[in-house]
């Protein structure tokens, strides 16, 4: 029995500039980044399943 390795997609640096560009206030900006990264920690996974918003 073999062991393979999961490939895992790292998340793209200007993915992270480019959903902080959002039009929205910067309060909600913050909350989101926090939220959608504590939720990709929690989880161990690269994406917070809501992409394009601060944070995924």
Known sequence: MHHHKE???RPV????F???QADMPWT???KLLIR???IKI???QDC?????EPGC
């Open 7 to 9: 490939k895992r997609k």
């Open 13 to 16: 640096l200007k993915s992270f």
């Open 18 to 20: 480019t959903n902080l």
């Open 28 to 30: 909600r900006k913050i």
């Open 36 to 38: 959608n990264n504590w």
């Open 42 to 44: 929690r989880y161990l």
């Open 48 to 52: 917070c399943g809501h992409p394009g």
